[in-house]
T-cell receptor, first 114, second 111 residues
Framework: DTGVSQDPRHKITKRGQNVTFRCDPI?????LYWYRQTLGQGPEFLTY????????KSRLLSDRFSAERPKGSFSTLEIQRTEQGDSAMYLC????????????FGEGSRLTVL | GQNIDQPTEMTATEGAIVQINCTYQ??????LFWYQQHAGEAPTFLSY????GLEEKGRFSSFLSRSKGYSYLLLKELQMKDSASYLC????????????FGKGTTLSVSS
């Protein structure tokens, strides 16, 4: 396994359109996180899954955002009716729940909303 | 809530030593992480502290004082490739499972 992979790497869309990002975590990892990062800022937590259960959601995650992790494997993050303020890098990270639980990040999906 | 503070920018020269400070406030501290992030790339793990003291890993060391809510990342023998953003992140039991990140410190290393 080569690490966390995200698709697409870049997405340009018009305001009001829906977009979906996919994350494939490291195979033996049971926890998966979504973060959002804007220029000059640190990653901001959006939501987290343990296996297929979505256990935590940030207040940043408006009702236009939805995330799933069917069967506890890959995850998708969908943004409906995109707004210009949604433009950011969406980072996925996975971890194995044990000890320090280091997060391994993917390369991210960069969203530009025009 | 959590409050994590670190300097926005730092500069240093090749071969030097630089210390990046991080202060935090949490309700249920459960570990502090340092990540390195090169421009346009994913954050990569550097170090982890959960008990007070110094953790050393090659040219990088990280220190934690839980009573002071303070950590630093020490980079020795700086190289140009160390130019990156350094992110301090904490895990807070009261806030859940996710790491909460600071805004990052952009380090520029010049020759």
């Amino acid at each position: 396994d080569t690490g966390v992979s995200q698709d697409p790497r870049h997405k340009i869309t018009k305001r009001g359109q829906n977009v979906t990002f996919r994350c494939d975590p490291i195979s033996e990892h049971n926890r998966l996180y979504w973060y959002r990062q804007t220029l000059g800022q640190g990653p901001e937590f959006l939501t987290y899954f343990q296996n297929e259960a979505q256990l935590e959601k940030s207040r940043l995650l408006s009702d236009r955002f939805s995330a799933e992790r069917p069967k506890g494997s890959f995850s998708t993050l969908e943004i409906q009716r995109t707004e210009q303020g949604d433009s950011a890098m969406y980072l996925c990270a996975s971890s194995y729940y044990q000890g320090k639980e280091e997060l391994f990040f993917g390369e991210g999906s960069r969203l530009t909303v025009l | 809530g959590q409050n994590i503070d670190q300097p926005t920018e730092m500069t240093a020269t090749e071969g030097a030593i630089v210390q990046i400070n991080c202060t935090y406030q949490t309700s249920g501290f459960n570990g502090l992480f340092w990540y390195q992030q090169h421009a346009g790339e994913a954050p990569t793990f550097l170090s982890y502290n959960v008990l007070d003291g110094l953790e050393e890993k090659g040219r990088f060391s990280s220190f934690l004082s839980r009573s002071k809510g303070y950590s630093y990342l020490l980079l020795k023998e700086l190289q140009m490739k160390d130019s990156a953003s350094y992110l301090c992140a904490v895990r807070d039991r009261q806030a859940g499972t996710a790491l909460i990140f600071g805004k990052g410190t952009t380090l520029s290393v010049s020759s």
